[in-house]
């Protein structure tokens, strides 16, 4: 029998009353393995209600226990680790250490909420008027939501719960129907460590479930992380609801190969960050910029012969570099682009389509693919792929390479790899990108700074994580008070200034 999964709202599993579920593979085998309850819009707004209530008590506990409730969280999250992250691995396909770092990155932001109080310190002015001072304090919203995509199930709920329980707000989290069961223990190990009940709240579903949270009043902000149609639609209809919203959408990202890199750490570091989780991350590099004839040779050499000996197998076995695709439509997207790119002229160095894994012949595999020669007008290059495959597209110069990054309507990340600190200070400077690395592959920014993509990766105008996720998650309230004893001196019709 296949297993049922729940919603989980005031601190208990509650199963789905809408009759409509979504099924849950085990990409590694390609089987069933659990149907999620796909929410009515009944159902989120009784949740939401559960959740304002819930707030009322949590929002009014001092920022200092709120906090203490994230540290004990901690505690529990690194007992649970390897159990979770296994779980983790079998509903998204991730290999299991790739999925520690998954959960590993997520606590990391539950660390640096853990000093919310620091962060929810107002400003104070003392006598900015005769007998005037003037304060300011950061409020809870009310009820707040996530909604997630599947790529990260532990990380992206992570960022956005922990600053907005943190700030004193509840949380409806809408996760990926594709790996839901991570995200319903996180909500178990928050209970447990004592969060109040109804403040963690998890609804799974589809669009209706999201449109009822976009569409609800009570819900204050929208939290998105998914693919940039998606994004572009959250961000449009929770701002037309009068919410606030940061949507985070798709990449492209580009690492720029000047001629003084080391070649071999260059190849080293394209192969683990474009092929890594099968090129399922929005940080992943899927686009190789060589800068000249003599770099594009040397390195597509290097990168076609590394490719073969890349693991491809189940996400839970041994010395398995990338584990399945999430899911058999992912499969054959990704698979619809690689033949759309060799029909429109790329030259293709490796081919991952016929790859089969023993024993495994339903799983979602996709060997490593690599293609030389793409030029600006693919399909290929201008789209996001998702999976594991990474393109060499050739620049003449630096300025070109430079050129391409700034130009591709995706903005999110991207990497610039050279020995020459000038150009690295010009590209990082120039580029028209939200996180660059330099000399580093995948420049996720940690956690007490702010993770943020530009142009049609990120619609909204605060970041994740950081201080950035408390302005995000909390309103400014600004006290201008007076004490004298001239209160009854009678009224005043110009407006007030500052003497
Ligand atoms: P997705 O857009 O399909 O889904 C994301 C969320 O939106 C899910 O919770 C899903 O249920 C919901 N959703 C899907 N269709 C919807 C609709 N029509 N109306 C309302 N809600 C809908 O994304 P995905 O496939 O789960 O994740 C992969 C994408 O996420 C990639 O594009 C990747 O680049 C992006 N991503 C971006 C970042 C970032 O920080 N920029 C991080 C991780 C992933």
Redesign the pocket.
């Known amino acids: 029998m296949t297993r049922e999964l729940t919603h989980f709202i005031n601190g208990q599993h509650v199963a789905g009353a809408s009759g409509r579920f979504g099924d849950v593979y085990d990409p590694s085998t390609g089987a069933v393995q659990a149907r999620v309850p796909l929410a009515s819009t009944v159902e989120v707004t009784d949740a939401i209600a559960v959740a304002e209530a819930a707030q009322r008590e949590w929002g009014a506990w001092n920022p200092q226990r709120r906090a203490r409730v994230l540290l004990r969280f901690l505690d529990l999250i690194a007992k649970d680790t390897p159990a979770l992250a296994r779980l983790l691995s079998t509903e998204h396909g991730k290999t299991v250490d790739d999925a520690k770092g998954d959960i590993q990155r997520g606590v990391e932001v539950i660390e640096f909420a853990a000093g919310a109080p620091h962060l929810l310190k107002g400003e104070y002015t003392t006598g900015a008027g005769t007998g005037i001072d003037v304060y300011s304090m950061r409020q809870p919203l009310g009820v707040v939501a996530g909604?997630?995509?599947?790529?990260?199930p532990a990380m992206?709920p992570l960022w956005k719960a922990g600053p907005a329980l943190a700030a004193g707000n509840a949380f409806i989290l809408?996760?990926?129907?594709?790996d839901p069961s991570v995200p319903l223990r996180i909500a178990e190990l928050f209970l447990e460590a004592g969060l109040p009940k109804g403040v963690f709240n998890v609804v799974n579903?589809?669009?209706e479930?999201?449109?009822a949270l976009?569409t609800d009043d009570r819900i204050k902000a929208v939290g998105?992380?998914?693919?940039?149609?998606?994004?572009q639609?959250?961000y449009a209809t929770a701002a037309a609801n009068g919410k606030r919203a940061q949507c985070?959408?798709?990449?492209k990202n580009h690492m720029i190969v000047m001629p003084d890199a080391d070649l071999d750490q260059v190849a080293d570091a394209l192969i683990g960050a474009g092929y890594g989780s099968a090129g399922?991350?929005?940080?992943?590099i899927s686009v190789a910029v060589p800068v000249g004839k003599e770099t594009g040779d040397a390195l597509a050499a290097k990168l076609a012969e590394r490719v073969t000996h890349l693991r491809v197998g189940p996400a839970l076995a041994d010395g398995v570099d990338y584990g399945p695709l999430?899911s058999a439509d992912?499969v054959e997207r990704v698979k619809g682009y690689i033949q759309t790119a060799i029909d429109e002229g790329g030259t293709l160095l490796a081919d991952g389509r016929g790859l089969v894994v023993d024993g495994h012949e339903e799983g979602f595999y996709l060997g490593p693919t690599l293609f030389d020669d793409i030029s600006t007008d693919m399909t290929i290059y201008r789209e996001?792929v998702?999976g594991p495959v990474l393109i060499i597209a050739r620049a003449d110069d630096y300025e070109q390479a430079l050129a391409m990054a700034t130009d591709h309507e995706f903005g999110?990340g991207a990497a610039i790899f050279t020995r020459d600190g000038d150009t690295a200070r010009d590209f990082s400077t120039r580029v028209e990108v939200g996180m660059i690395g330099v000399n580093v592959p995948i420049p996720v920014p940690i956690a007490y700074h702010t993770?943020?993509?530009w142009k049609r990766?990120?619609f909204g105008d605060l970041n994740?994580h950081g201080p950035d996720s408390f302005r995000f998650y909390t309103k400014t309230k600004t006290v201008t008070s007076r004490w004298p004893s001239g209160l009854k001196e009678g009224a005043s019709f110009v407006m007030p200034t500052m003497h």
């Open positions: 909604i997630t995509p599947f790529n990260f992206i809408k996760p990926s129907e594709r579903g589809d669009k479930a999201v449109d976009l998105f992380v998914g693919s940039t149609p998606i994004a639609y959250i985070f959408g798709g990449a399922e991350r929005c940080m992943a999430v992912a996001e998702f999110n993770f943020g993509g990766s990120g994740q």
